[in-house]
């Protein structure tokens, strides 16, 4: 056991919700309880941070949310923090409470912030990488990845159904703003033939000619993913163009907002009790600004400066395989 | 056992494709067969039997496919078969096949292709409601419905959890043309705010007036439900008039083709079984031009010219208890 | 909105747990606070009557909770309150807290002690039928009973996986003490070929010649059902048997405590929504002794008395048509 | 494009059926197709093999199988196999096919059978880790485990809400016979305060005193994961002994066979995709008797004389990372 000398810490999660991240607080606040170190949480990020809205957790309030979506702290974006005079604001709310020592489940958005903060008024932070998108340079994986995964996987299960039984075309678009990470691994998995991403751009022409050759090999159905982009609904630009390049028809399903919810899948209730747990040890070690990532499964601690400022690519190789193997 | 004069019969899907159509082919063969008739599976629906494409389907041909969703026997739509010629075309297909009896799985659309070839061609034939708008008059339920309610169900709870991290309003948009049936019981099932359907319109001044006063009451995420009317993305138009009338902001999702697909609930799959057995045990009896619907969950024959002509209304009792109980 | 002489009731859930009963316990709440009558939640059923747990229900308390299995008051069986001492200590903590009506979510074992405690207290009882077992008299259907079914399908479809990629035979009990509902329902949807309850009881050298008979006919694979009935574990008797008689090789697969719990189905959320409204409806409106059942779709109340006294018979409709569709 | 001087393989799955074995056949047969390399799927294993049940496969039998549980080509154990005698005639069956290289799915004991397959009659085979029991030494994953945890997750969710229901100690039985990779990982997933597998052994005397003080700390309900080690219903044994030791009542789930079935996870599709597309290049390049893993994310080959030869360890830091959170 850590002999720290932090008496009390504050955890919260930042920026868009993510499923894990209950199981993340619930790792957090008992590793941070069994240490003899007490826990605020704060409500609804910076936000919450900002207009002092803070519970003491306890042992007992972890009951029962590992298998719960969502964040039971609730998260939220916060353009005031942006703003040194509102940070000072929410140090001094940190410092009323006693806290000495901060917990950031987000992405690498809320990362900034907690460095701000952290450079500021001098309180460590270390981060948890928590975002369906997996683009948090650093680590692998994020937290509620793999379960935003297969819940646009059984949506496009269902797709094909209904594809198959018609033999349509569907375009299904799934989140990630920047980055083609639920993309590629959905496409893979649901067997499409076509993945667009802000890394792998197909022209329409290109699709088209896709189509018809694979419709002339005997496919009757296909279904192509595409990333939502930075403007959710590209899905239905694509769908015109195809038309009018080529008379096809192809139907349109936007996943939505239902990738950020559900139940988290065991994989990500497993790497947020790591991460999290890691995190706890890492401050109680005097350890801060650093992000607790997993890189080959293994856990390692990166610099949130490096975090911050460098981008993690995408991986082609699975767009790749999809293809080959949708034929 | 019947003693019929039917040697075989023809079965196709029509119009959308359903959960429970599987169960309900399934049913319909083996109840068949195990009266010595033989079965031709027609592919496509009507476009199959113009274009003559159909298959033996043997008792072996049904193992394992209770549990799929879409349609063996895959569904479609014809235009042309509006046309007295194409149906005669069909028509002839059908006796060179030596087909003496149909069953046909779809809704009120393909019930109104079965009148007049029947009319024209003596044929007989028997319909089975499968549909997952529910809307097909003379019967309480149609096969396909319960799933697709449960399938948006899971999706609602999965972005209710989103709301209520983000503390959020969300408008989500579910099947249904015409008819408001999924959404009734969506909205009810998944606690919805507000249910929007064609009967049960509400003026947008009252919507902002309803998400205030919950607000003020402390509710602090709110899910609306619209059926998609005439034209998919009219919650688009919903949320844009809600930010110009009061600076609220809501989400949108369209839930779209997903609720047609995946594997049928168990009431779909007794209630697709139930149906097809009957369907079948009716036309070797000689019945003729009519459908096996369930009332009060008795099954009974509805005369195939009442269910296309008249309408089958709403059921508003869910939407007001929908509203009382979100509270 | 009635004019009650109420001013505040207690609600509770008793005998086993089923899916529905936070739902139902949100619409009990919500209209009663919707008529200004106070709600208290009474924890672990009789167990709490007499121990006093009790806590107060507000508006906001029901918020989140319509998805949730199981139930947010706890459930308990009391031996204790089948003696009338153990019922007066009950009844003098009911009126200690001012309650003055009651609803009961449970089976016919929680409304028997509702009985008792009625009449010997003067206090009106209105119960609302809740197990999965569906074997309440007077009522079509139960809350919960939709949800265990479709989730020992599941387990069913994803057992025959496994028993179609072997070429095997798996025995599968399901939950139903005395009633063979659920098995019958789980039968049929699930494709078997056998269904045992303790109204259909079947041989084992029927069962052997049935299972020789249908590999002959090429099926290479088989589900039998069969209900726990009074002793878990009687699957392993009927493998047993069945190997000694035939050298046949069946696995034993029992599903156990996993069909008591899961987010409850839309069928169950939307029957628990409407028997609660109208159990609290019809306890302001001064009935009392009743259970609000659902008959023919339709609610209707039914005399405790009956409730408690008569059989609910089992239905072999299902059974005989799922034994002819698995041929 | 490698230029084989293979013309065509054969394809089996073999052993304990496991999710994601259908996608990795298609991988497999997609990829050697594109290569000009005929495929033929050999049915039931090694049975098959032996018994010369062999089918050719084209490009369109793999459309709409990756979501599939079980395996298309079904699955078997061979004791036969094991002597020389039916290895020969195996051999001169493929031999017969014009098969000149094998692509085995299955665990170790289908590897050895390929070992001496492969020494004996010069056949290259390249395998392929399937099981769900993560057992397999070399490869950190096996086609399978992921979705066989979630199953068991999801049973152990439902299990959890009756559990808190009724404030009960359930014993959650899954498999791993000689391995506990599916009960460390259910159990950390679950919150399971305590996890028995062969390498962690606890006296029921300790089990007790953890119960009673948890139960002291205020914890209402817990779950025990036990994997069923070499003889399925040790829970039941346990439950005994705990009963006897302290009169703490545990009631007993054994999940069984379900956790074989099912769709396949994201997860899992993609690893089978890689690995099968791997495992087929590896074969057409000449490689030979080695198995294709995947070891930190990347993909290796390992030689099947070490995967047969040794054991993989379990990973206790999930149990005691399990045992800490579940305070």
Redesign the interface.
């Known amino acids: 056991m850590t002999t720290s000398s932090l008496k009390k810490i504050g955890v919260y ?1 930042s920026g868009g ?1 993510a ?1 894990g ?1 209950n ?1 993340a607080i ?2 957090a606040v ?2 941070a ?2 240490q003899k170190v007490e826990v605020v949480g704060i409500l ?1 990020g910076y936000v919450g941070m900002i207009e002092n809205r803070m519970i003491t957790l306890q ?2 309030d972890m ?2 949310i ?6 039971i702290l ?3 974006r916060s353009a005031e923090f942006m703003k040194p005079e509102y940070r000072a604001t929410a140090a001094n709310n940190l410092k009323a409470q006693g806290i000495d020592g901060l917990i950031c489940i987000g992405g690498d958005g809320s990362f900034r912030g907690a460095q701000l903060l952290g450079a500021e008024h001098k309180i460590p932070i270390i981060g948890i990488p928590g975002t369906i998108d997996n683009d948090v340079y650093g680590t ?1 994986d994020t937290i509620g990845f ?1 379960t935003a ?3 646009a ?1 059984q ?1 496009i ?11 349509r075309i ?1 375009i299904v678009e799934v989140m990630g703003r920047n980055s083609g990470w639920i993309a590629s ?2 496409g ?4 499409a033939e076509e993945i667009l991403t802000a890394e792998n751009i197909i022209s329409v022409d290109k699709i088209v000619e896709n189509l018809k050759n694979s419709r002339a ?3 009757t159905s296909s279904i192509i993913i595409t990333a939502e982009g930075q403007k959710p609904g590209r899905a239905y630009d694509l769908s015109d163009a195809i038309r009018k390049k080529s008379g096809l028809d192809a ?13 988290p ?3 990500d ?2 790497l947020a ?2 991460l999290a ?1 890691a995190a706890v040890e890492a401050l109680l070690a005097g350890r801060n600004n650093t992000m607790i990532g997993v890189q ?3 856990l390692v601690e990166i610099p949130l400066d490096l975090v911050t400022s460098k981008e993690k690519p995408g991986d082609k190789t ?1 767009i790749h ?2 293809r ?2 949708s ?1």
């Open positions: 999660t919700d499923p991240m199981p619930r790792a008992r590793t309880l069994s609804n042992m007992r009951a029962n590992i298998q719960r979506g969502g964040t609730k998260t939220g692998d793999d995964v297969n819940t996987l949506a299960d269902k797709i094909r159904d209904t594809a198959d039984s018609h033999d569907f691994h959905v893979l998995a649901g067997g090999r005997g496919k139907k349109v399903c936007i996943l939505g907002h239902q990738q950020r919810g559900g139940t899948s065991a994989h209730r497993i009790s790591r747990n080959a499964d293994k699975l395989l999809a080959l193997l034929i």
